[in-house]
């Protein structure tokens, strides 16, 4: 059983400069803490998140940090040349001393595509096409690629990676049907999903991995992203929840529906306070004990290895994240790494 952090480096309210700061010092808690991976989301175009250029912000927590592992969760593949973006994930390999999650995905929000002059009707298969080439240029002295999107002839792949024959895949699931691509690849997966719904994800990727013949011992890491805030009482917890959650929904959603080109409808219900979001069960405000007692029950529900924890989130003041932070890591995730280990034993 492994903990992670998930994070929007959204917009809270201070100066940008201040905030990728904040986000940095907290960041070095969670590597002194023992957290397995930082996942970084990446958006386009609105305050739900600043790390847009995510390899700019992973060479700064490469220098920052020295055990957690740097994931951008995800790579939006239609937005970049493929070439290009070889060159970002070696480089940042090296600077983390072979440390990088390789998170990968098409972009949830057809917006934020567009904004790149990019159709969201051919960015799946874009996204396949690309990871195809990524993958064979980080293993090959050379590239060649003959396909729908790109074309290349013996490029030069000079610099390698330090994990062989790539860094981790990461992808974000929230359908079974994706499971059997990402047991094919050998991909890490993470989802948002209510607990019963990532049982379905889970079962149906264990199963996957069971038709291909791959050793339950090198099962990939499946695992479910939840918002945490810990205080020393129920109540103190719930208070500072509630007022950073709203900025955040009301960010979420900004770039989704009708007004906007290629605008669809947000993917899941989401609610724009943070009781009924506690309530649906994606998300916790409480005590240590409270934390505790939710978390055993949502990794018992869901048959999860891993959960990544959004921490900082909307308006959430820098303090109140430490507080957080520190409570979690000295009260609930040391209570629930022994349990799963004395279950597997």
């Keep these: 059983m492994k903990f992670g952090i998930f994070d929007h480096l959204d917009d809270n309210g201070v100066p940008l400069q201040h905030e990728i700061e ?19 989301a990446e958006h386009h175009g609105t305050p739900l998140g600043y790390g847009s250029s995510p390899s700019v912000f992973m060479a700064a ?34 600077m983390s001393g072979g440390r990088l999650e ?20 051919i960015a799946a298969d874009k996204f396949y096409e690309s990871l195809e080439i990524i993958k064979k240029g980080l293993a090959s002295d050379t590239l060649s690629h003959a396909g729908k999107f790109y074309h290349f002839d013996k490029v030069p792949m000079v610099m390698k990676p330090v994990q062989k024959p790539h860094p981790p895949i990461w992808y974000g699931v929230l359908h079974t049907t994706t499971c059997v691509w990402a047991a094919k690849n050998d991909a890490n997966i993470l989802s948002l999903i209510g607990a019963p719904a990532v049982r379905e994800i889970t079962d149906a990727y264990r199963s996957e991995w069971q ?10 890491i499946l695992g479910l992203m939840r918002m945490i805030v810990v205080a020393d009482t129920d109540a103190e917890a719930r208070k500072v929840a509630t007022r950073a959650y709203e900025p955040w929904a009301k960010n ?5 529906g009708p007004k906007w080109k290629h605008g669809v409808p947000f993917p899941i219900d989401l609610p724009m306070s943070w009781d009924p979001w506690q309530d649906h069960g994606t998300a916790i405000a409480g005590s240590p004990a409270t934390v505790r007692a939710y978390l055993e029950e949502q990794v018992a529900t869901s048959g999860v290895n891993y959960v990544a924890c959004d921490m900082s ?33």
């Design 252 to 256: 979420m959603v900004r770039l989704w």
């Design 313 to 345: 989130f909307g308006a959430m003041r820098h303090e109140e994240a430490k507080r957080s932070v520190e409570l979690f890591t000295r009260e609930v995730m040391p209570a629930l790494t022994e349990k799963a280990a004395s279950a597997a034993q």
């Design 211 to 220: 038709k291909l013949g791959k050793p339950a011992a090198k099962l990939p």
């Design 61 to 94: 927590v490469a220098q920052r940090t020295k055990r957690i592992r740097l994931g951008v969760m995800v790579y939006v593949l239609p937005l970049y040349h493929p070439i290009r973006l070889i060159e970002e994930i070696c480089f940042l390999d090296h």
């Design 22 to 40: 904040n986000r940095l010092q907290l960041i070095e808690m969670y590597d002194k803490a023992g957290f397995h991976a930082y996942h970084l």
């Design 102 to 121: 390789m998170g990968v995905g098409k972009g949830v929000n057809p917006v934020e595509v567009g904004f790149y002059d990019v159709d969201p009707a």
